[in-house]
């Protein structure tokens, strides 16, 4: 049903008109500016003020449609603004849509929704409690209007963090029971949010950027306390992902740990009954042979007396030579898996590095005794070397004989003076 209220805000007092839309259109020329603000619109009612505010039929048309994301368009007249709200009830959230047509002398707000209207005594008394900043312009109380719109969004994001701990509590106190739906549910719920806080920061982004003529620079320092809470309000929503992620990592952790711990009960049981059956197949295989011969077997139905107690007595000892040879093997292949787990494994040897051993020095031969000792060579003697320009006389150098001694190399003599040491044999 529509509820539409008028409003004429000049420098004295705030006026709400009667007279509807007539009547403020009317005050245009004798105020400040008009808030038209209405609730549950028909598409008459706005097409009525399309000719006097120059309002464009797309502005009017994404007014009455539901399915809109929040953008800001600018036109000659004036600039289109729309925002989302929530409301979140019974663990359902629904998106509420605030239009706003934002002129030099006039401000036209459009919202919709089934129960009362959502500018109502709060909004008023804001409106009182600001009443100075208001009548500085449309652009102030269109700023007061989307802020306690934006103000709304943190119970619904707060209400969506105490269910995020509760679905935490549940999965330790009991991850059986739990049911995994509500965290994918409340998933999409912050996907829709996050959608729409996405889009008004970038509206809000551009009033800051000074996009909009018809927001004055002194209030552009109050809409960027706007754009502060929605990027907090966008970082929550982004935290509380990552929180559901983890919640369902969690989950399925927990869930797998008692699915293991089940089986490995149920690996104790089918044990124990495999034991009790590996001692019970022999009793019953003496049983079932004794019960089809018992005379026979017994040697007479005179020896029962002394048969059936014996017979008895070497069931209990099979019963139990059985079970200590079922805890020996149950022990030794316990120890078994005790020392693979306990014996850390050991990487074969790297192939060690071949080391080169020195090089042993030739060994010279041993000297032969003084009688085969082959007789050494004759030294010759040097030539003397060509007169150079009055050189002094210089004697041969005759190396002096050799010893009985290994061969060896002959020393080099010592140069005389003037003369190059004379060459080393080959």
């Not at 006026?15 to 009547?23: D, H, I, K, Y």
């Not at 994404?62 to 004036?78: A, G, H, M, N, R």
């Not at 047509?101 to 919709?112: A, D, E, I, P, Y």
């Not at 991850?175 to 996405?198: D, N």
């Amino acid at each position: 049903m529509p509820d539409n209220r008028f409003f004429a805000i000049g420098h004295s007092k705030i006026t709400r008109l009667q007279g509807g839309a007539v009547e403020a259109l009317a005050a245009l020329k004798k105020e400040d500016f008009v808030w038209f603000d209405f609730y549950n619109p028909a598409r008459e009612e706005l097409n009525a003020l399309a000719e006097p505010l120059g309002l464009s039929p797309l502005s009017i048309e994404d007014s009455l449609d539901d399915d809109q994301v929040p953008k800001i368009e600018d036109f000659p007249t004036y600039t289109f603004i729309l925002v989302n709200g929530y409301d979140y009830k019974d663990h359902e959230l629904s998106i509420r849509e605030y239009d706003f047509c934002l002129g030099k002398n006039f401000l036209v707000s459009v919202h919709r929704g089934t129960g009362p209207r959502f500018f109502a005594s709060r909004v008023d008394e804001r409106i009182k409690a600001d009443l100075v900043n208001i009548k500085r312009g449309p652009d102030f109380l269109a700023h007061v209007l989307i802020d306690h719109v934006v103000d709304e969004k943190f119970h619904v994001i707060e209400a969506m963090q105490d269910e995020l701990q509760e679905a935490e509590e549940a999965i330790l106190q009991d991850v059986i029971r739990f049911k995994p739906q509500e965290i994918l549910r409340l998933r999409r719920r912050l996907l829709t949010v996050r959608k729409s806080l996405v889009h008004e920061r970038e509206v809000l982004a551009k009033i800051c950027r000074k996009d909009s003529p018809f927001v004055n620079e002194k209030g552009i320092y109050n809409y960027r306390d706007i754009y502060d809470h929605l990027v907090r309000f966008f970082e929550t929503t982004e935290i509380s992902r990552e929180i559901i992620s983890n919640l369902m990592e969690m989950y399925l952790s927990m869930l797998n740990n008692r699915m293991t711990v089940a089986a490995n009960q149920m690996n104790a049981v089918v044990k124990r009954l495999t034991y009790i059956t590996t001692i019970f197949m022999p009793l019953t295989l003496l049983a079932g042979i004794g019960g089809m011969s018992e005379w026979s077997m017994m040697t007479g139905s005179e020896n029962w007396r002394v048969s059936y107690p014996a017979f008895l007595l070497l069931m209990a000892v099979i019963a139990g030579g059985s079970i200590l040879l079922l805890r020996w093997v149950d022990r030794r292949w316990v120890r078994r898996e005790l020392a693979g787990i306990g014996t850390p494994e050991v990487s074969p040897p790297a192939d060690p590095i071949p080391v080169t051993p020195p090089r042993a020095s030739p060994a010279l031969p041993a000297p032969l005794p003084s009688a085969q000792a082959p007789a050494a060579p004759a030294p010759q003697p040097m030539a003397a070397p060509q007169a150079v320009a009055a050189p002094p006389a210089v004697a041969p150098v005759v190396a002096p004989p050799a010893a009985a001694a290994p061969p060896s190399p002959p020393p080099a003599p010592a140069p005389t003076a003037g003369l190059p040491p004379p060459p080393k044999p080959g």
